[in-house]
């Protein structure tokens, strides 16, 4: 089954810019979305498509894909981006949606 | 105002069975894919099941297959979840989402989840 491989943390000083990284093999054959959870809610799409951000998501989000690497970028951190992040593909070889394991984005 | 309300959860013993219940509203629920997503405590999203808009397709996560039965009524707006031979390794927060339309193929709503306990 197709696999997603997520750092499970990182850490950044507010203002900086922080990237989330999501491997997978061939990944940018697929599309790739992200999800934010912040403590005890459900999770949100805040980046759709490898790139596309949905309505009401700030222009800080931001994301590619290429080669077996998918990037989620904060530019501009704040306190408020600190939220696990999950990266997410629909495998067509398994007819399966896969989450990765998920990152903990920290604002120190 | 769209809204997925999922019901079901509690405390089972390993081995007991249990049916989750979705319902929504706000939006024309029988239009779209729906999917099951649960998250056991501490831990990341795991995709469990989906079925689509008239039940023509439905897939399952391999942790669940044989275990767990997806359906859905949409006269009454309802998304179920099936389980039996329940296991602790089922303990979760178990969600559940709308899959969007055309362009908008991912979980683009989610319910706010319910707690199964899976314990002796």
């Known amino acids: 089954s197709y696999v997603l491989t997520q750092p499970p943390s990182v850490s950044v000083a507010p203002g900086q810019t922080a990237r989330i990284t999501c491997g997978g093999d061939n990944i940018d054959s697929k599309n790739v979305h992200w999800y934010q959870q912040k403590p005890g809610q459900a999770p949100v799409v805040v980046i759709s498509?490898?790139?596309d951000r949905p309505s009401g998501i700030p222009e800080r989000f931001s994301g590619s894909n290429s080669g077996n690497t998918a990037t989620l970028t904060f530019s501009r951190v704040e306190a408020g981006d600190e939220a696990d992040y999950y990266c997410q593909v629909w495998d067509t070889s398994s007819d399966h949606w896969v989450f990765g394991g998920g990152t903990k984005l920290t604002v120190l | 105002e769209e809204q997925l309300a999922e019901s079901g959860g509690g405390l089972v013993k390993p081995g007991e069975s249990l049916r989750l219940t979705c319902v929504g509203s706000g939006f024309t629920f029988s239009t779209y894919t729906m999917n099951w997503v649960r998250q056991a405590p501490g831990k990341g999203l795991e995709w469990v099941s989906s079925?689509?808009?008239?039940?023509?397709?439905?897939h399952y996560a391999d942790s669940v297959k044989g275990r767990f039965t997806i359906s859905r009524d949409n006269a009454k707006n309802s998304l179920y979840l099936e389980m039996k031979s329940l296991r602790a390794e089922d303990t979760a927060v178990y969600y559940c989402t709308r899959e969007g339309e055309g362009n908008q193929v991912y979980f683009d709503f989610w319910g706010q989840g319910t707690l199964i306990t899976v314990s002796s």
């Open positions: 498509y490898d790139s």
């Open positions: 079925i689509t808009s008239v039940s023509s397709y439905i």
